[in-house]
C-alpha cells in the first residue's frame, strides 16, 4: 500500500486525532453517540472533483480524523472487497479501485456509521439516480464510469476493521528523562503534540536502581550501563504511551540520534538536538521495536490490552 499524503502534523491534527482514537472522551464532553467511520472516495470522483467532496463531508458535520491517499495494490484491493468476489462487477471494480489514488477518511460525529451511509444513498447508480437523486451517490457520479464513487462501512463493527485496515495504529512507550523534564517539560509535551501523536497514558514516575537496571537491562555489561542507572534514578521522569501510525518509527524520528552532538547535525529540529545536554542526558527514550514497545509499557504500566488504550488522551488541547 502506497502512502502518497498524510494530514500535515499539528495540532488540529491532534485534535483530530483525539476524537478517532477517543470517541469516548468527546461522548463525555458533547453527551452524543460519538463513532468513527471509514469512507472512501474512489480514483474517477477524487481526480475530478476532490474539494467539493471534501466539503460536502465536513458541511454535513464530520470531523476528518485522518486522511490517507493511496493506491491500492490487487491484492490489497481483493483483500478489502472480498465479499463481492463473485458478483458480476468484481472485475471491474478491482480493475477501477488500482487505477489510481484513492483517498481513505477516517470520519467522526454522532451516529457516523449511519448518518454516512445515509448521505450516501443506493450502492447502484441506478438505485440511486432513480429513488434518491439527492444522495452523495447520484450527485457525485462520473459519466464515464458505472461504479459509485464513494464507500462507507456498513456497520460500527465493519468500521472498525476497515479503519484498521486503512490506518493501522501503533503505541510505543517514551520516556522524559530526569533533567529534560525538569527544564523542558512543557516544550517536550508540545512537540509531542504537534507530532500527531495521541498521549493514551501518562505519569510521573520515580526509578530505583533496582527498576532502572531492568528497563534498561538491554544495556547492562556496556560502559555506561551504570552511570545510565544511576542518571535514571537520581529524579522523576514521565514515562508515557504514544498512540499514532507508525508509532515506533516516527517516535524515534523525532527524538533523533542518541548523540546530541551528531543529532545537531543531522537532525537539528529533533527533541535530542534541542533538549538534550550530553549523550548521558540526552532528553528522551522510546522503544526500538514494537516488541520492545509492549515489553516496556507492561512492565511500567502493568499489563497492557493495546486495543483499550483510550481510558484519557492526556493532551493539554
Known sequence: MLNLCDIQDSTEEASRQLAFF???????????????????????????????ILQRIKDDGFTIAMQKEIVLTEDEARQFYKEHENEDFFPT???HMTSGPTLALALVRENAVQHWRDLLGPKTLEEAKEKSPASLRAEYAVDTMPLNQLHGSSSADTAQKELEFFFHVEHTLAVIKPTALKEHKDDILERVKNAGFIISQMKETNLNREMAAKFYKAHEGKPFFDQLVDYMSEGPSMVMILSKENAVEEWRQLMGPTDPELAKESSPNSLR???????????????????????????????????SLSTAAKLDL
Open 273 to 307: 538536538a534541542q533538549f538534550a545536554q550530553d549523550i548521558l542526558r540526552n532528553a528522551v527514550h522510546g522503544s526500538s521495536n514494537k516488541e520492545h514497545a509492549l515489553q516496556s509499557m507492561e512492565y511500567i504500566f502493568g499489563e497492557i490490552d493495546v486495543n
Open 22 to 52: 477517543f470517541p469516548d472522551f468527546s461522548k463525555k464532553r458533547t453527551g452524543q453517540n460519538v463513532e468513527k467511520t471509514l469512507a472512501l472516495i474512489r480514483p474517477s470522483l477524487l481526480k475530478e472533483r476532490r474539494n467539493s
Open 93 to 95: 471494480l478491482l480493475q
